[in-house]
């Protein structure tokens, strides 16, 4: 009787074990990742000024004799040298090149996100980044798409629309409420 009554005492302990170490895993990830955060570079506030148009002679962003690279160590290579670019307001650019040459350098420069070395960066107005790599919550797509924001009806079938969802939606098991994200 004391063996039955030591398993029993046992039984619920045991039957948590798997949903534990699944927990402590996805602890030990999300923990890795917030360290990889808290560990980079500050950005320097003050790498990209911030003008009026007409400080700009027309141009909406202009970078003069700029030279940059990735971290604040000095023997560290200059990615970008020596780079002059002027964007008129309004028009219409697209970086062409091969892999490695700097396209994505340049926008990370306009970010703000590489250290500058020399030369100066000039933006007016705002600016959005869109990476290509999709940044998706661990929730449902229409929380993904509401993204925090009050439902929408309207905006919301906008937003389908324009992203060419309707297929996609059609396709999940749950429509909207179908839980997408990162598998851990």
């Keep these: 009787f004391v063996s039955l ?31 990889k955060f808290l560990n980079n570079d500050e950005i320097d506030k003050y790498a990209v000024d911030r003008v009026p148009i007409e400080l700009l002679h027309g141009n909406s962003v202009n970078i003069e004799n700029g030279s940059f ?20 307001q309004g028009s219409l650019v ?14 990370a ?6 250290i500058k070395v020399n030369g100066r960066v000039s933006i007016s107005g705002k600016i959005a980044y869109v990476p290509q790599t999709a940044w998706i919550m661990n929730t449902t797509l229409k ?9 929408d009806e ?6 389908i629309e324009a992203c060419a969802l309707e297929q996609d939606l059609v396709m999940l098991p749950a429509k909207d409420q179908t839980e997408i994200g990162e598998k851990v």
């Excluded at 929380?143 to 439902?151: K, W």
């Excluded at 309207?154 to 937003?159: E, F, G, H």
């Design 5 to 35: 009554a030591l398993f029993n005492l046992l039984r619920g302990p045991l039957v948590s074990f798997p949903n534990m170490i699944n927990s402590i895993v996805d602890a030990r990830v999300s923990s890795n990742r917030i360290g």
């Design 69 to 88: 690279r990735w971290s604040n160590l000095f023997d560290d290579p200059l990615i970008l040298k020596n780079i002059n670019l002027q964007i008129s």
């Design 94 to 107: 697209a970086l062409v090149g091969m892999v490695g040459s700097g396209k994505s350098s340049i926008l």
């Design 109 to 114: 420069t306009l970010l703000g996100e590489m």
């Design 143 to 151: 929380e993904n798409i509401l993204f925090g924001r009050d439902f």
């Design 154 to 159: 309207k905006l919301y079938d906008q937003v």
